[in-house]
């Protein structure tokens, strides 16, 4: 497992400022300091420590299950100040948003330290299937469900689409 993955997954912080740690020399395996990002380490046998203080992997992960309020941002920070969904969750460990939900938008949002499972539910390669209810003012084009299903530009390459079911 890359160095940068581990202390990521120790919840000692992301895996980009991970890779700074070991490139200012503050991280170190059996004893020795580690200069390159790149570098594997062996959970079960190196001996890892930042700052000299001993790293090692959880042994179970935590999950919560958070109904996001409006004016709440999906992100660990926000340098904008506005509160982040991660501050409203009373835990010491360093969990994130498994997706993402807007800003103004109200909804139900996993947050974990399980990063293999954030994985799996979030990379577009795994397809996985989304459900969202929405409340609408207004009366909805007679097109409305057709340019779902074609797909709706949300700024990224590839347009999402979907099922509209009008409830």
């Keep these: 497992m890359r160095i940068n993955k581990y202390l990521a997954r ?10 700074e740690l070991v490139r200012h020399g503050r ?11 790149g570098v594997n380490v062996n959970p079960k046998s190196d001996y890892i420590t930042v700052d000299g203080h001993p790293v090692s992997l959880p042994t179970e992960y935590v999950y919560f299950l958070l109904h996001k309020p409006q004016n709440t941002i999906s992100s660990l920070d926000d340098p904008r100040g506005r509160t982040t969904v991660v501050e409203l969750i009373p835990t010491t460990r360093r969990i994130h948003p498994v997706g993402r939900l807007d800003y103004d938008t109200t909804g139900v949002l ?10 799996q539910l979030t990379h577009p390669s795994n397809e996985v299937q989304r459900t969202y209810e929405i409340t609408y003012e207004g009366t909805l084009p007679d097109t409305a469900a ?21 409830l």
Excluded at 10 to 19: E, I
Excluded at 27 to 37: D, F, K, L, Q, T
């Design 27 to 37: 991280v170190s395996r059996n004893g020795e300091a580690i200069h390159e990002p």
């Design 146 to 166: 057709e340019q779902v299903q074609s797909g709706i530009d949300i700024g990224e390459d590839n347009p999402a689409a979907g099922d509209l079911e009008i």
């Design 110 to 119: 996993l947050l974990t330290d399980d990063g293999d499972l954030t994985y």
């Design 10 to 19: 120790a919840g000692v912080t992301s895996r980009r400022k991970a890779d």
